[in-house]
């Protein structure tokens, strides 16, 4: 399930380099002595390989750049999807409990939230999908890392490997991984810094064939590795299921 966070910012200021700020505020939602130690501390795994089973997008609104600094102003919203219910649960019961988040120790006001899920569908169907927070795909040796762009062969393997990794690693009910691009319909190349790496990624628009469960795990978790640190969330370009609170 997603949710969609509705803020005000008079002036919000973080670096370009905002997304650990976000996987900071994300991980203070949760209980590290109760069920969110879990997740904090922990997640899923599969052989040598985590995964929180969460993502969260880019920041939206109005905002300004100067200086290697973004600001934001007036309404900003930001979407999270969580897999786990449970912890979907424990990041929804902090945002109605709190009038305010910090971004890098600036309070910003909570002012609505809305619940989000994708519509359930049968069998294959071939659908657009646009990205929310930029898809990184990569193949790593000796600590050298190799990405892959959306044209490349290996792209569209390598993504449905990890959406395979993660049904594994959750113990997913799926019979059947359906994952294939069909076409490229947009493509933009960003160098994305998250602690100490860059990670070449891209912000596209997809034309995919999948059925329901594959694209569920996809809506929930992104179409990407290091979605925990806000990597790969997408949309389906006409899907609008909400409820406002």
């Known amino acids: 399930m997603r949710l969609k966070i509705k803020m005000k910012a008079d002036k919000l200021v973080l670096p370009l ?6 996987q900071g505020v994300i991980y ?3 209980d590290k002595q109760g069920e969110g ?4 501390d922990h997640g899923y795994k599969n052989h040598e390989k985590t995964y929180k089973m969460f993502v969260f997008s880019d920041i939206y609104g109005k905002y300004n750049v100067e ?7 007036d309404d900003i919203k930001l979407y ?3 897999l786990d219910k449970k912890l979907f649960k424990i990041i929804y019961d902090f945002l109605l409990n709190n009038e305010y988040l910090f971004f890098n120790n600036q309070k910003v006001k909570l002012i609505g939230i809305d619940i989000m899920d994708l519509s359930h569908f049968s069998g294959n169907q071939t659908i657009t999908i646009k990205t929310l927070s930029p898809i990184v795909t990569y193949t790593s040796k000796d600590k050298y890392f190799k990405y892959y762009s959306p044209e490349d062969e290996k792209y569209e393997q390598l993504l449905k490997d990890n959406i395979i990794h993660k049904m594994i690693a959750y113990n997913y009910p799926v019979k059947l991984c359906c994952f294939e691009i069909n076409k490229i319909n947009y493509q933009k190349k960003k160098l994305v810094h998250f602690k100490n790496t860059f990670y070449e990624a891209y912000q596209c628009e997809l034309v995919i064939t999948t ?5 569920k795990i ?3 978790t992104g179409l990407s590795a290091k979605g925990s640190c806000g990597f790969g969330m997408i949309e389906r370009k006409d899907e609008k299921n909400i409820l406002s609170l």
């Not at 380099?17 to 976000?22: D, E, H, P, V």
């Not at 200086?67 to 102003?73: A, E, L, S, Y």
């Not at 059925?211 to 694209?215: G, K």
């Open 80 to 82: 999270i999807s969580v």
């Open 17 to 22: 380099t905002y997304k650990s700020i976000i």
């Open 37 to 40: 130690s879990f997740y904090h």
């Open 211 to 215: 059925n329901y469960d594959t694209l």
């Open 67 to 73: 200086d290697k600094q973004i600001t934001f102003f």
């Open 28 to 30: 203070n939602m949760m």
């Open 218 to 220: 996809i809506y929930d």
